[in-house]
């Protein structure tokens, strides 16, 4: 029911429903706890600066898949499309990236699921961890839940009118504001690390475009959709951030590993801890039951075919990680969002699509200038990351060597004359 009601829609309304509901990122329940570092309308502000960037880049990729022959004829993943616009060794790194990106995903669900179903229900973490662990390898025994891209959306769309129910509970109840102590670089850092991983977009819109294009081939449909969908995503972050922060103050969010659930429900009752346990199941839950699979794909392309083991307990090894620096106080939900912005969705989602629709030569949104101004954004904000933005080693190692990266792809790219040939 929920395929045909998805396959009525007009193309663009269909775009922007499965943009939004596969894409609605996990890192929303962390952004209002990294914001208390510098306060609620500075965050706004970075959001809001960061949606514009990401609206543009949605749009390039996007266009870029609309002037593929070859994907419109055979389809594809975003490895695929990457390597034919980029050249095989180019596409080698952020292939490598995504994959990182991705096991990142399932660290950060992990954590904030265990932590959070902990605070709002009372229960061990450790048991909810370890119930998170035994479902997960169930389902990846069975080769996860396979569910439809319509269906997924229709998940992710369902998520809206929880996290709207609890926005309104938190703005009633008020009692929140303040700003904190003292503003710092690497407070600026918290959060631009983890608004960026707001951003995640490359790999669904790739899905997307395989189901819309056959219908609409001009490809317009794809690219506004796609910019609308990153604008919307954008207004949801903004307004969820504004509505946590009416009841919880700086304080109330320092230190805190878990989502910012568990403040919310401890400040405004037990409205918030119904609404909040659904949420984190859908959102949190489906998320690294999706985001695992994922893991367990990629390692099974990288693997001869009678290891089917491996696959399995790639991403179940993560999740033993995650559980051993939960044990050891030394990672958070937030945290690892805010690291994962820094050392993937840079180049993935920033650089990435605007050199791809450069390759493409899409009309509108592949200039050479537009392109290049996406990289130089890009190696700006690494360099910033990796020095005023950073009193955190790892976030600090983390922009070096996303740095690092975007110079070998570029560099690659140029080689395999990316840049210069003219697609048909």
Same mark, same amino acid.
């Given at each position: 029911?929920?395929?045909?009601?998805?396959?009525?829609?007009?193309?663009?309304?269909?775009?922007v429903?499965?943009?939004?509901?596969?894409v609605?990122?996990?890192?929303?329940?962390?952004?209002?706890?990294?914001?208390?570092?510098?306060?609620t309308?500075p965050?706004?502000?970075i959001?809001?600066?960061?949606?514009?960037?990401?609206?543009?880049?949605?749009?390039?990729?996007?266009?870029?898949?609309?002037?593929?022959?070859?994907?419109?004829?055979r389809?594809?993943?975003?490895?695929?499309?990457?390597?034919?616009?980029?050249?095989?060794?180019a596409?080698?790194?952020?292939?490598?990236?995504?994959?990182?990106?991705?096991?990142?995903?399932?660290?950060?669900?992990y954590v904030?699921?265990?932590?959070?179903?902990?605070?709002?229900?009372?229960?061990?973490?450790?048991?909810w961890?370890?119930?998170?662990? &035994?479902?997960?390898?169930?389902?990846?025994?069975?080769?996860?839940?396979?569910?439809?891209s319509?269906?997924?959306?229709s998940?992710g769309?369902?998520?809206?009118?929880l996290?709207?129910?609890?926005?309104?509970?938190?703005?009633?109840?008020?009692?929140?504001?303040?700003?904190?102590?003292?503003?710092?670089?690497?407070?600026?850092?918290?959060?631009?690390?983890?608004?960026?991983?707001?951003?995640?977009?490359?790999?669904?819109?790739?899905?997307?475009?395989?189901?819309?294009?056959?219908?609409?081939?001009?490809?317009?449909?794809?690219?506004?959709?796609?910019?609308?969908?990153?604008?919307?995503?954008?207004?949801?972050?903004?307004?969820?951030?504004?509505?946590?922060?009416?009841?919880?103050?700086?304080? &109330?969010?320092?230190g805190?590993?878990?989502?910012?659930?568990?403040?919310?429900?401890?400040?405004?009752?037990?409205?918030?801890?119904v609404?909040?346990?659904?949420?984190?199941?859908?959102l949190?839950?489906?998320?690294?039951?999706?985001?695992?699979?994922?893991?367990?794909?990629l390692?099974?392309?990288?693997l001869?075919?009678?290891?089917?083991?491996?696959?399995?307990?790639?991403?179940?090894?993560?999740?033993?990680?995650?559980?051993?620096?939960?044990?050891?106080?030394?990672?958070?939900?937030?945290?690892?969002?805010?690291?994962?912005?820094?050392?993937?969705?840079?180049?993935?989602?920033? &650089?990435?699509?605007?050199?791809?629709a450069?390759?493409?030569?899409?009309?509108?949104?592949?200039?050479?200038?537009?392109?290049?101004?996406?990289?130089?954004?890009s190696?700006?904000?690494?360099v910033?990351?990796?020095?005023?933005?950073?009193?955190?080693?790892?976030?600090?190692?983390?922009?070096?060597?996303?740095l690092?990266?975007?110079?070998?792809?570029?560099?690659?790219?140029?080689?395999?004359?990316?840049?210069?040939?003219?697609?048909?």
């Amino acid at each position: 029911m929920l395929v045909r009601a998805f396959e009525r829609l007009a193309p663009l309304p269909r775009v922007v429903a499965l943009f939004v509901g596969l894409v609605l990122p996990q890192a929303l329940l962390g952004l209002p706890i990294a914001a208390a570092a510098i306060g609620t309308l500075p965050a706004v502000g970075i959001v809001v600066g960061v949606g514009v960037v990401m609206t543009l880049a949605s749009a390039a990729e996007a266009a870029a898949l609309a002037r593929d022959e070859e994907f419109r004829r055979r389809g594809g993943f975003f490895g695929m499309v990457v390597e034919r616009w980029l050249g095989r060794r180019a596409a080698a790194i952020p292939d490598a990236l995504a994959g990182l990106r991705t096991s990142m995903s399932v660290l950060a669900s992990y954590v904030g699921l265990s932590v959070t179903l902990a605070a709002l229900t009372g229960a061990p973490r450790v048991l909810w961890g370890a119930v998170a662990f &035994a479902a997960v390898a169930v389902l990846l025994a069975r080769g996860g839940l396979r569910i439809p891209s319509a269906l997924g959306a229709s998940l992710g769309l369902a998520c809206l009118p929880l996290l709207v129910a609890i926005a309104a509970i938190a703005v009633v109840h008020g009692g929140g504001g303040g700003a904190p102590e003292r503003v710092t670089g690497a407070g600026v850092g918290d959060v631009l690390g983890l608004v960026v991983m707001l951003y995640i977009a490359n790999v669904y819109v790739v899905g997307i475009a395989r189901e819309v294009l056959p219908k609409a081939p001009d490809g317009r449909a794809l690219v506004r959709g796609s910019a609308i969908g990153t604008v919307l995503v954008t207004a949801i972050a903004a307004g969820w951030l504004l509505a946590c922060s009416a009841a919880l103050s700086p304080e &109330a969010l320092r230190g805190e590993v878990g989502t910012v659930l568990g403040p919310l429900a401890d400040e405004t009752g037990a409205a918030t801890v119904v609404l909040g346990t659904a949420l984190t199941l859908m959102l949190l839950g489906l998320g690294m039951e999706r985001t695992s699979v994922a893991v367990m794909n990629l390692v099974a392309e990288r693997l001869p075919g009678e290891r089917r083991l491996v696959p399995v307990l790639a991403p179940l090894a993560v999740c033993v990680v995650g559980e051993a620096l939960l044990a050891a106080d030394a990672v958070t939900f937030s945290a690892i969002f805010g690291v994962a912005g820094v050392a993937t969705n840079v180049l993935l989602a920033i &650089a990435l699509p605007l050199l791809l629709a450069h390759a493409a030569r899409a009309r509108g949104i592949g200039s050479r200038a537009v392109a290049w101004s996406g990289v130089a954004l890009s190696v700006v904000l690494l360099v910033a990351f990796a020095t005023v933005l950073s009193d955190d080693p790892l976030r600090t190692v983390a922009a070096v060597v996303a740095l690092a990266a975007l110079a070998a792809t570029i560099a690659l790219a140029r080689r395999a004359g990316a840049f210069a040939r003219r697609a048909s």
